[in-house]
């Protein structure tokens, strides 16, 4: 008995997928991280960027203290989705 249409697209689109999946193994290519994750890396990097640019311009000791605190006590903690 041959399948349908609509199932036998279905296997192939499942064959193709699975390939791909085959492939990415055999590579061992990372999955790509979600969304969540790319944006608390990016919070993080221009957060270390901001406090690199700020002794850059040389602010006192306590205001990188309190840069940094800021950064780690509200930025982060509420980017942090995951």
Same mark, same amino acid.
């Given at each position: ?10 296997? +192939? +689109? ?6 791909q ?6 590579? +061992? ?14 919070i ?39």
């Amino acid at each position: 008995m041959e399948p349908s249409a609509p199932a036998r697209a279905s296997q +192939e +689109e499942a064959r193709r997928i699975f390939a791909q999946a085959e492939a990415a193994l055999d590579t +061992e290519q990372a999955t790509p991280v979600g969304a969540d994750v790319r944006a608390s890396r990016t919070i993080r990097m221009l957060g270390e960027e901001y406090l690199k640019e700020s002794l850059a311009r040389g602010k006192q000791p306590r205001t990188m203290e309190q840069r940094e605190s800021r950064l780690n006590a509200h930025i982060l903690p509420t980017i942090r989705l995951g």
